[in-house]
């Protein structure tokens, strides 16, 4: 259980380091976009062509999906955490079940050698 948390916590992370990536590519689109005139030709991707579309109306949709990467970022980085969280707890349990299997064994074990002297 405790492996396929933590398979869970790579994927998350990664899942959010693309996002942060995509973040940055966004953030240096729009920097270029700002900078051109408005009648200037642009394209945005659809599927496998590219449609004609006014730097002001790319800038938009792309502050659009922007800001919704932004939030889905947010929403797997608490999913990451209660995940940690999650880990941390199994962790801390099974710790505390082999202390407990320790000390038995020890228990177990001290009476069985007082039973061979006697």
């Known amino acids: 259980r405790s492996m396929e948390m933590r398979s869970h916590v ?3 992370s990664n899942q ?7 973040h940055a590519v966004a953030s240096i689109t729009l920097q270029h976009l700002e900078g051109l005139p408005e009648n200037a030709v642009t394209y945005r991707p659809l599927g496998k ?3 004609l579309e006014r730097p002001p109306v790319l800038a938009e949709r792309m502050k659009a999906v922007q800001a919704k990467n932004e939030a889905d970022a947010v929403g797997k980085l608490k ?3 209660q995940f940690i969280d999650r880990l941390k707890e199994n962790e ?3 710790e505390e079940l082999m ?3 320790e000390k038995a064994s020890q228990r ?3 009476a069985s050698a ?3 002297k006697h």
């Open 10 to 12: 790579v994927k998350i």
């Open 16 to 22: 959010v380091a693309e996002m942060e990536r995509q």
């Open 49 to 51: 062509c590219f449609v």
């Open 79 to 81: 999913l990451r955490q």
């Open 92 to 94: 801390k349990q099974l």
């Open 99 to 101: 202390d407990q299997f």
């Open 108 to 110: 177990s074990g001290g």
């Open 114 to 116: 007082a039973a061979v």
